[in-house]
């Protein structure tokens, strides 16, 4: 099993929809998840931390279910510049920050 | 104050020639990891480093590939020996040292994107 899987995508919305993408990760001893996003053939960004009382940034939502370790991110009224694969990562055990990342969820936007 | 650099963008070598990826760190970073992003998968982790130590490398392939972090200079990750499997992106990432430990944020660089022919 990999320690962290998310929906394989793509997702192909139109400019104003929500999306939601959702992520499982392993280690149930886990301490920090995060959202990245990263635009074709780019480095990785951070999007937004994810903590357990849930948060918010503007259209983006991201809420963390430790007891099912289960991640999720919700984009609303989505925009043709949030196309992008956007990948769920989450601190591995060990002390020493390794990211460990999902494969990915791609999110196409289009008018 | 400037991000990560990383140094070449893009690499082409030969089977069996090596390979130096460069890696600066941004300004009062002291923490430095390397990931391995293969074509349409996902990033991988493979070491981490601290000024002149190996902190963390269980993500590096046995053989033929070695990382330092000296006390001046960039970190270096070197690939002997290339192999067609060795083409990827390979992206490095620094974080800040604080009061009880490194955070979590790490900012990436724009990567490397090494063809093996």
């Known amino acids: 099993r990999k320690e962290v899987e998310q929906d394989p995508g793509p997702f192909n919305v139109p400019e104003g929809a929500t999306v939601a993408f959702n992520c499982t990760y392993s280690?149930?001893?886990?301490?920090?998840f995060f959202w990245y996003r990263q635009d074709c053939r780019k480095e990785p960004k951070l999007l937004m931390s994810?903590?357990?009382s849930g948060n918010e940034d503007g259209r983006f939502t991201a809420q963390l279910n430790r007891a099912s370790q289960y991640i999720s991110l919700l984009i609303r009224d989505s925009k043709l510049s949030d196309s992008a694969t956007y990948l769920c990562?989450?601190?591995?055990?060990?002390?020493?920050?390794?990211?460990?990342f999902g494969a990915g969820t791609r999110l196409a936007v289009h008018p | 104050n400037a991000g990560v650099m990383q140094n070449p963008r893009h690499l082409v070598r030969r089977r069996g020639q090596e390979a130096r990826l460069r890696c600066s760190p941004m300004?009062?970073?002291?923490?430095v990891y390397w990931y391995r992003q293969l074509p349409e998968e996902g990033l991988k982790f493979m070491v981490y480093?601290?000024?002149?130590?190996?902190?963390?490398e269980s993500g590096m392939p046995k053989e033929r590939f070695s990382a330092e972090f000296p006390k001046e200079g960039p970190s270096i990750l070197r690939i002997q020996q290339v192999v067609r499997g060795d083409s990827a992106a390979y992206f490095c990432?620094?974080?800040?040292?604080?009061?009880?430990?490194?955070?979590?944020?790490?900012?990436f660089g724009p990567g490397t994107r090494l063809t093996v022919l």
């Open positions: 300004k009062g970073h002291s923490h």
């Open positions: 280690n149930s001893a886990s301490q920090s």
């Open positions: 990432a620094s974080s800040p040292l604080l009061a009880g430990g490194p955070t979590d944020t790490q900012y």
């Open positions: 480093l601290q000024k002149e130590n190996i902190i963390d």
């Open positions: 994810v903590y357990s």
């Open positions: 990562v989450v601190i591995g055990s060990g002390g020493y920050n390794k990211l460990i």
